[in-house]
């Protein structure tokens, strides 16, 4: 522009204007360098350095958006969110299955709809899977068991935290569980966190160590982890629906004499 300025004589303006359309390629025509200096300053400063530049700089601009694309997809990118659901943990099996469910059943309610779901596990090498992606769901691959992963999931910011088993037939879930919540104790929580818990006699450790609601793993019903997010207090009554132990339903046979009704 100053080369322009100086050699040419353009107010600064032009040599704006012819600069940009030059650099550019689009070359308009309707102003060019005239003389010597200006033209020798046109090869070497627009030409060779300044479209080269260009192009360096858009070229830059599209692998980071890529490679922004590529970290959000894989997981490693750190979302910045509050106010939202965590899902600490997803089932080794069959999880895809139970935590498509268990979205769409969110998502069906009305308290919960609207708000974004995070997912923070290192089982999606690739990413999330579509039926997930789909849905608005985000992934943080990590470890939950290390403290900097769990600030990175923004756990402290959550709404709802959701402490999954892994394996809800493998006692050992309980441990990994435990160890979470440990590690979430010692950060400034203000959401709700549910945990799940394979074995009955850890219920109390589990609620000593932060847990405001416990509930049995139930892969067939999604929608009790949805109650006990939209309406605690009442997973209890739908968890003890699925034992003998505490208030259960009875079917009593009563003798009813014939007679019309109505």
Sequence with gaps: IGAMVWFEGLNPWDALWLTMTTMTTVGYGDM??????????TILLMYVFGIFLLAQIAGEW????????ER?????????????????????????????GLVQQIRLSTSL????????????????????????????????EGEDDMEAADA??????????VDNHDVR???????????????????????????????????????????????????LMVRAMAAPGTETILEDLFTHDGAHPRRYNLEVPEQSWG
């Design 156 to 165: 402290d910011k959550a709404d709802f935290i959701i402490v999954m088993a």
């Design 173 to 223: 879930s309980d441990s990994v569980t435990l160890d979470v919540l440990d590690r979430l104790s010692r950060l400034d929580l203000q959401g709700h966190v549910i945990a799940e818990c394979v074995h009955d006699h850890n219920r109390e450790r589990f609620r000593r160590h932060g847990a405001n609601a416990v509930i049995r793993p139930v892969r067939a019903y999604p929608e």
């Design 62 to 69: 599209i692998d980071y958006r890529m490679d922004r694309r």
């Design 113 to 144: 709809e609207d708000y974004p779901i995070q997912i923070f596990s290192p089982n999606f090498p690739d990413g999330l899977p579509a039926e997930l992606s789909s849905m608005g769901v985000v992934l943080h691959k990590g470890q939950p």
């Design 72 to 100: 959000m997809r894989l997981g490693l990118w750190r979302w910045q969110m509050k106010n939202h659901i965590l899902i600490v943990n997803t089932p080794e099996t069959d999880g895809i299955r139970y935590l498509q």
């Design 32 to 41: 060019s360098a005239a003389t010597v200096p200006g033209r020798l300053a």
